[in-house]
């Protein structure tokens, strides 16, 4: 309704403010050809409906009869006065009268001729749910659509097969996007295209840059003419505002009628303020700041200029003119106007550059109204380019309730996180509390489990870095964030000694937990590390991680199944490891269920084959990876791993190998693990699955790149 309601009141002034102007271009149109001055065609309106649109008729009478149903580039069928109407736009302007009668609107989806909406008939079902406009998105991107045409071989079929989809595609985007704020910053947009004027007055990053200002207009070489020049303009600028200024605190002193002995005053001291309040601003740097980037340091030197040459200016007076009469309020009036003169001729400079009228952004709902939360909220509405809105903060301090922070008001505590969620829809939450209790996190993440949104919080105090943007290290929740208890790091000093200019060899060394092995492993300085895997991929990939860090030692990648005796026999011979850790095994518990025999013949043959190996060929130290689950195992990779200790455990007895057994519970971060099958659970919205509400489990974290 007030969308109408606004097309009919403009519709109307506009028809009646150009009314000389639509007769002026009636006469030049029957001037410049025979025919008539308005040209009619069918268009398809909303609901399907058709309906005659009205134009100035900028081409020949026998037009339609003649060349391509498109009009391209320089088409010869344009008359003299046509060509100046169509590249001003002017031939539009009787579409005044289809938007006053309530065929179109002043903004929506350009209306189609019927041929082009059967072809697309299920495309445009969607588009002609509201009425056709004179301006939408599409035209500020095909604003000259008949240069664009022209470059094309075939224009028909560049029209049909590009443009229109795209046409359609905007089209969509704006009916599910549509509000009068958008509507009046695309006719904004449209006019300052018009008019050659390179700004932009809404973004949206979704259409793929859609306002692209015009390359090359007058107001561009204006533009460069101002910042060549731009110094001595400010100067004078700031001239006339410090002489507007004084007089103005004389006017208001006298409440707008100046003696005429004060005027004479006025007149006698007004150079040597000029000057003197110059050479502060000099001192200040104010004629040297680009005003697209004023920000409170600018203002604290306007301030700063301002109250130091009030100061001198005010002993000028009184020690070196003798002019005790000139009234002491008047310095006070004058600095305080000249503050707000200076301050106002900078600010729309930086307000208009970062606040365009539209702006689609990214609400966010920020949980913590601390310094941290403060830092990431006035970063949001400092820097257009995070796209992020900030709608509300979330914090258990009661006292905060309905305080504002930067315009954001503190909504509510934690306990209402699903009743703000359900009212405002954030499509982000933000938990801007760097050293947040696990506890709290996992509370979080149960309470918007029903929702579908992005969960991202700060890095602890510590990592976060105070010299980059808060906003920039905002990341996703970490496995690490989850965790009740801190890890715990390794004894580094004993493990360095037992590694230390060794030989090691790692089987499985491409699998999640080789893999980790093998990069602690690089930091303890061995003289050759054997990375021992059958896929090559997973082998591939591990070795070039390692080769990338242009370590002091070989690492050398052997392919290679712990289930071929003679390849690992040829391995052991040939670099006679000294230690060796037997990472490679089945482990994922479904898949080894539905193939037993496969569990068996890695977990357990290729365990007994390695150990062996490893005896044969004198290996110092035989580290065996196992799992918790070859405790009392009820699976069969549990019943697998358990075998492959007791392997190890007769082999050991008669063996001069150092035999190690190790069981790990999930490791974090592993292929397969549970941690990070709830990971891919939140981020498609839940439900996450558990085996059992009661069951408790110990994790090793994995730190992959």
């Known amino acids: ?368 109204a601390g310094d941290s939360g403060e830092r990431v909220v006035r970063e949001m509405k400092s820097r257009t380019e995070f796209n992020c809105q900030p709608i509300g903060f979330v914090d258990d301090n009661v006292g905060l309730l309905n305080q504002r922070i930067h315009g954001v008001r503190v909504l509510g505590t934690v306990q209402d996180l699903p009743k703000l969620i359900e009212g405002f829809k954030p499509e982000m939450v933000v938990i801007a509390e760097p050293n947040a209790a696990p506890e709290f996190l996992r509370d979080l993440v149960i309470k918007l489990e029903p929702y579908n949104i992005s969960i991202k919080t700060l890095p602890a105090k510590e990592e976060l870095l105070a010299d980059q943007s808060a906003v920039s290290q905002i990341r996703n929740v970490s496995i690490p964030d989850l965790l009740s208890r801190a890890p715990i790091s390794l004894d580094n000093e004993a493990t360095r000694r037992m590694v230390r200019g060794k030989c090691v060899l790692i089987t499985g060394a491409g699998g999640s937990i080789g893999s980790e092995l093998a990069r602690q492993i690089t930091l303890f300085e061995p003289k050759v590390l054997l990375l021992y895997e059958r896929h090559e991929n997973s082998l591939y990939n591990i070795h070039k991680e390692l080769d990338d860090k242009r370590l002091p030692f070989s690492v050398v990648p052997l392919i290679g199944d712990v289930t071929d005796a003679q390849r690992l026999c040829t391995v052991l011979e040939q670099y006679k490891p000294q230690i060796l850790f037997h990472a490679a095994a089945h482990k994922h518990v479904p898949l080894v269920e539905m193939n037993p025999l496969e569990a068996v013949k890695n977990n357990c043959i290729g365990t007994r084959v390695t150990a062996e190996a490893a005896s044969l060929y004198g290996v110092e130290q035989f580290v065996h990876i196992s799992t918790d689950k070859a405790v009392n195992p009820s699976s069969v990779m549990g019943a697998t791993k358990r075998v492959a200790e007791l392997i190890i455990q007769d082999i050991a007895r008669s063996s001069r190998t150092r035999f190690l057994l190790v069981r790990f519970g999930n490791v974090l971060g592993s292929s397969g693990s549970v941690l990070l099958r709830f990971q891919e659970q939140i981020r498609a919205g839940g439900p996450v699955t558990v085996t059992h509400p009661e069951i408790v489990k110990e994790r090793l974290r994995c730190n992959h790149p």
């Open 1 to 368: 309704m007030m969308k109408r309601t606004f097309d009919i009141c403009m519709a109307a002034l506009g028809l009646v403010l150009t009314a000389p102007l639509l007769a002026i271009i009636s006469v030049l149109i029957k001037l410049d050809s025979q025919g008539p001055v308005i040209f009619r065609q069918v268009r398809v309106g909303q609901g399907f409906r058709p309906f005659a649109i009205q134009k100035f008729r900028t081409m020949t009478v026998d037009a339609p009869g003649t060349g391509l149903p498109l009009t391209v580039g320089q088409d010869s069928r344009i008359t003299r006065i046509g060509r100046i109407l169509r590249k001003c736009k002017l031939d539009e302007l009787p579409q005044l009268w289809n938007v006053l009668v309530g065929d179109m609107s002043f903004v929506g989806p350009r209306p189609e001729v019927p041929r082009y909406v059967e072809r697309l008939r299920s495309e445009f079902s969607e588009v002609l749910t509201v009425r056709p406009g004179i301006t939408d998105l599409a035209s500020l991107r095909y604003i000259d659509e008949a240069s664009i045409l022209a470059y094309s071989s075939n224009p028909e079929e560049e029209y049909q097969l590009k443009v229109l989809p795209e046409k359609i595609r905007l089209a969509k985007f704006y009916i599910r996007h549509m509000s009068l704020r958008l509507d009046l910053a695309i006719i904004m947009q449209t006019l300052l295209h018009l008019a050659r004027i390179p700004v932009v007055v809404f973004t949206l990053p979704a259409l793929k840059a859609v306002v692209d200002p015009p390359s090359a207009s007058p107001w561009t070489s204006l533009s460069s003419f101002i910042m060549r020049w731009r110094k001595p303009i400010i100067v004078v600028l700031d001239v006339v505002l410090i002489i507007l200024a004084d007089y103005c605190a004389f006017a208001l002193r006298y409440d707008g009628s100046i003696p005429e002995g004060e005027l004479h005053t006025f007149e006698q001291t007004v150079l040597a303020l000029v000057a003197i309040r110059g050479v502060a601003f000099a001192l200040f740097g104010l004629n040297e700041g680009l005003w697209r980037y004023t920000s409170i340091w600018d203002l604290q030197n306007i301030i700063g200029g301002v109250l130091i040459s009030t100061i001198v200016f005010y002993g000028w007076v009184h020690w070196v003119m003798g002019i005790s009469s000139y009234p002491r309020s008047i310095f006070a009036i004058d600095a305080i106007l000249l503050i707000g003169f200076l301050a106002g001729v900078r600010l729309p400079a930086r307000v208009l550059r970062d606040k365009p009228i539209f702006q689609k952004k990214r609400k966010v709902l920020v949980i913590g």
